[in-house]
C-alpha cells in the first residue's frame, strides 16, 4: 500500500513498546531497564512503526494489550495489529524483517557477513547487567 507524499503532514512515527510505560508495561519496561537494554529495544527499528498522527496521539503511552485496539483503525502496521502481545523477542523479529526487506527491495550489495545481526545486537541477555531508574 504505502504512504502517499500528499500523506506525510498527517503521518507520525509511533513506539509501539512506549517510550514512558505505565501500569502493564512497567514489569517489562523494568526488566530491560535493569539490564542496560531498554532505550535500546525501545528505540529500535523493530518497535517503530508509521500511524496516522491522531492513532499516535491516542495511543500514546498506553501498553500493547490497549494501542491495538486503537491500531485497528489505522491503514497502516497491518503486522503489528495481528501479535498478541509485543515484547523483546517480536521487536527483534519485526527490525530483522524490516532491515532484510530493505536490504532485497534496494539490492544493496552486501553479502550474507556484512548483514545486521539485529538478535545479537539487541538480546538483553548478552547486555551486563546495571542498575537503571526504575518507573513507578
Known amino acids: 500500500k504505502g504512504v502517499k507524499t500528499n ?36 528505540n529500535d527499528l523493530g518497535n517503530l512503526c508509521v500511524v496516522e498522527h491522531p492513532i499516535n496521539l491516542e495511543a500514546g503511552n498506553k501498553p500493547f494489550s490497549e494501542k491495538k485496539k486503537i491500531y485497528e483503525r489505522s491503514t497502516y502496521i497491518s503486522d503489528v495489529k495481528k501479535k498478541r502481545k509485543w515484547d523483546e523477542a517480536e521487536i527483534v523479529r519485526r527490525g530483522k524483517l524490516i532491515i532484510d526487506f530493505i536490504w532485497i527491495r534496494w539490492d544493496f550489495p552486501l553479502n ?17 547487567k546495571k542498575k537503571k531508574k526504575r518507573l513507578r
Do not use: M, T
Not at 115 to 127: A, H, I, M, P, Q
Open 112 to 128: 550474507n557477513d556484512s548483514r545486521y545481526d539485529v538478535g545479537e545486537f539487541l538480546s538483553c541477555n548478552n547486555k551486563p
Open 7 to 42: 500523506d506525510i503532514e498527517s503521518i507520525s512515527i509511533e513506539h509501539v513498546f512506549p517510550q514512558e510505560p505505565k501500569e502493564k508495561s512497567l514489569d517489562l519496561y523494568n526488566n530491560w531497564s535493569e539490564l542496560g537494554c531498554a532505550e535500546v529495544i525501545i
